[in-house]
């Protein structure tokens, strides 16, 4: 089985919403610790303050909490901000590391009253560990079993009340049963550029950094939505700039820093723009099976669709369609380039629904079912809606 974590080409990029180890551990640095220090995400925010908040008094512990969303939004950052803000003691484990029921039944049964265990990527978790864990979340009890076969007894042992948070960047992975036994539910959506504005603006701060307030917005408008990308981006900005010489950063300056790092104007790296290029300029603008839009930019099928195609797509740049991928109009202003003829006419765009050209209309299914599985122009067969 794949882990469906796995991104392929994902670690080596600068505009990769997740992490290598190293990264975490200069991320710790920047993380807010306080929900009044959390930027954006209102919503959530205020939700979770009043689950935490209620909480507190009626002298109880915090329901569990799950909380999804694409990589480097903030989950990891709010557990925390979940422990800090109930003053209780913070446990973190993983689903990748509870392979066994016994690894959990240890980590449940050394809990406190009230701590908070943050369980991230929690949908990877093994199918017992996870039964074990549907009982401990209501019941606050575990079953520990004692002995093999006929003679194994299970000896029950009671908890004290704790709090989980469950972290996932896949939460349609999770069972059904698990996903119902949590209190509260907080789905993190992408960043304006004016909230990564802020997030940029705080960390600065804490980098000891000048910069000017236009030079926040260019990097903020290159971050594709994500905190994590707008941090990285700046530490890029921070190395260019000390290598320069230069005491205080301007938009010029940081435009320059993240052109020499190949990030473009809307976050697009060398490999989205070659996956464009290579439609608009090799295929007209498509439709282009996606196997040959691969083998054109010399990548991985996988590549191309998990790494470089969910942002064009969230962006509109590029479209999906049941007979291959195609150049959205706003891809060919993006490059500078003429698109083939009038979009207004019986154009390539007539191939998408009505009004397309978001995330949401270009996934959407329409009543003939023409977004089933298809025979691409190979004849190979590809999924238009996967992620
Ligand atoms: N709302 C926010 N305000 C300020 N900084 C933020 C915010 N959200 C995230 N960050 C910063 O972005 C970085 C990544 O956040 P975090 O590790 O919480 O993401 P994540 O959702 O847990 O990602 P993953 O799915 O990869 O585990 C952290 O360094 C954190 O400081
Ligand atoms: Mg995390």
New binding site residues.
């Given amino acids: 089985m794949t882990d469906p974590s796995f991104t392929p080409h994902s670690d080596d990029r600068l505009v990769t ?3 290598s180890t190293e990264e ?1 551990e ?7 610790k306080n929900l009044a ?5 209102h919503r959530v925010r205020k939700q979770l303050a009043l689950v935490l908040e209620a909480a507190k008094l009626r002298g109880a512990t915090a329901d569990h909490i799950l ?1 999804s ?12 901000i979940v422990a800090e803000e109930m003053g209780a003691p913070l446990r973190i484990s993983s689903g990748p590391a509870i392979q066994h029921s016994g690894d959990l039944a240890a980590i449940l049964s050394s809990l406190t009253e009230g701590e908070v265990l943050f369980l ?2 929690i949908h990877r978790m093994s199918r017992p560990a996870e039964e074990m864990l549907y009982m401990a979340m209501e019941d606050f009890r575990v079953d520990i079993v004692v002995g093999k076969g006929a003679g194994a007894t299970a000896i029950p042992l009671e908890l004290p009340p704790f709090t989980i948070v469950g ?1 996932t ?1 896949r939460a349609g992975l999770l069972p059904g049963p698990l996903r119902d036994r949590f209190g509260f539910t907080g789905h ?1 959506d992408f ?1 304006a550029t004016e ?1 990564l504005e ?2 940029i603006r ?2 600065a701060a804490m980098l000891d950094m000048n910069l000017t307030n236009e030079a926040f917005s260019e990097i903020a408008s290159r971050s594709r939505g ?3 990308i ?2 990285r981006l700046l530490r890029r900005v921070r190395d260019w700039a000390l290598v320069n010489g230069l005491a205080s950063v301007d938009a010029g300056a940081a435009a320059s820093a993240l052109e020499m790092y190949e990030v473009d104007s809307r976050g697009l790296d060398r490999l989205d723009r070659s996956v464009l290029e290579a439609l608009c300029t090799k295929f007209n603008g498509g439709p282009v099976g996606l196997s040959t839009l691969a083998i054109a930019v010399g990548e991985e099928i996988e590549t191309v669709e998990t790494v470089a195609e969910p942002y064009l797509v969230r962006e509109g740049l590029l479209g999906r369609t049941p007979r291959g991928r195609i150049a959205m109009p706003a891809a060919w202003e993006h490059l500078g380039l003429k698109p083939p003829e009038d979009p207004s006419s019986d154009g390539l765009w007539s191939l998408l629904p009505e009004g397309a050209g978001t995330v949401e209309t270009a996934h959407q299914h329409d009543p003939q079912g023409s977004y089933m599985p298809q025979e691409d122009t190979e004849g190979m067969l590809f999924f238009d809606d996967q992620d």
């Fill in positions: 919403g997740g992490a975490r200069v991320e710790a640095a920047l993380r807010p220090d959390f930027v954006g995400q909380l969303g694409p990589p480097g939004l903030g989950k990891t950052t709010l557990s925390m991230d990527e972290a960047t993190l960043y909230e802020m997030v705080r960390s994500t905190p994590r707008a941090n």
